[in-house]
């Protein structure tokens, strides 16, 4: 963890010299997140590409703005996170009402990998289905295991909202899809912030 951050300010501090091809340190590290994390928001693999190319470029042309106050990750999701906000703001996507998503199917008994691959399908589609003031919190918390600090940061509210939203966020799961808690045992959604 450590040796990231350090790669990430000798990166930064390369890049800020003029050195304009250490940013490709970055983008090799990043991209990869960055594209999951665009997808959660849009379910869409080819728009999240782009969302994250776009808030690749915006890292690059605020790259100075940059305080080092924290870790260059947290900065980047948060500007990540505002960025994706902003385009779908823009070009919405179609949200399926909690009530309306389907029950997750239990595991198949007969394969254990593909049971775990079920399992965590099942939650991650329940993930989706939450409202997004809901579901934003519980990707970054349980996805991109970012600690409560690093999420209240990320999306610029203080830690006791986000540990609300979590807590609400578990109560809707578990009224929609009582069938679930299996499911979030598999998947490590349980209440670590506590």
Same mark, same amino acid.
């Given at each position: 963890? /450590?040796?990231?951050?350090?790669?990430?300010?000798?990166?930064?501090?390369?890049?800020?010299?003029?050195?304009?091809?250490?940013?490709?340190? *970055? &983008?090799r590290r990043w991209q990869s997140p960055l594209v999951n994390?665009?997808?959660? @928001?849009?379910?869409?693999? %080819?728009?999240?590409?782009?969302?994250?190319?776009? /808030?690749?470029v915006r890292a690059w042309r605020g790259l100075a703005q940059?305080?080092? $106050? #924290?870790?260059?990750?947290?900065?980047?999701?948060?500007?990540?996170?505002? &960025? =994706?906000?902003?385009?779908?703001?823009? =070009?919405?996507?179609?949200?399926?009402? *909690?009530?309306?998503?389907?029950?997750? %199917?239990?595991?198949?008994?007969?394969?254990?990998?593909?049971?775990?691959?079920?399992?965590?399908?099942?939650?991650?589609?329940? &993930?989706?289905?939450?409202?997004?003031? @809901?579901?934003?919190?519980?990707?970054?918390? @349980?996805? !991109?295991?970012?600690?409560? %600090?690093?999420? /209240?940061?990320?999306?610029?509210?203080?830690? %006791?909202? &986000?540990?609300?939203?979590?807590?609400?966020?578990?109560?809707?799961?578990?009224?929609?899809?009582? !069938?679930? $808690?299996?499911?979030?045992?598999?998947? #490590?959604?349980?209440?670590?912030?506590?």
């Amino acid at each position: 963890m /450590a040796r990231g951050q350090e790669s990430d300010l000798a990166d930064v501090e390369r890049v800020l010299g003029g050195d304009v091809n250490a940013f490709e340190g *970055i &983008v090799r590290r990043w991209q990869s997140p960055l594209v999951n994390m665009a997808w959660r @928001y849009c379910r869409d693999r %080819g728009r999240a590409e782009e969302m994250a190319q776009e /808030a690749l470029v915006r890292a690059w042309r605020g790259l100075a703005q940059w305080r080092r $106050e #924290g870790s260059f990750s947290t900065w980047l999701f948060a500007l990540a996170a505002n &960025v =994706f906000r902003s385009e779908l703001k823009r =070009f919405p996507t179609l949200d399926v009402r *909690i009530e309306d998503a389907p029950e997750p %199917g239990g595991p198949a008994a007969q394969l254990n990998e593909m049971a775990k691959r079920q399992s965590s399908d099942a939650v991650r589609r329940a &993930v989706l289905a939450l409202p997004v003031r @809901y579901r934003e919190p519980v990707v970054l918390f @349980y996805f !991109h295991e970012m600690d409560v %600090g690093a999420t /209240a940061k990320t999306m610029g509210m203080p830690e %006791g909202t &986000v540990k609300a939203r979590l807590a609400r966020a578990r109560a809707l799961l578990k009224k929609r899809f009582p !069938h679930l $808690e299996d499911e979030q045992a598999a998947m #490590g959604l349980a209440e670590r912030e506590a």
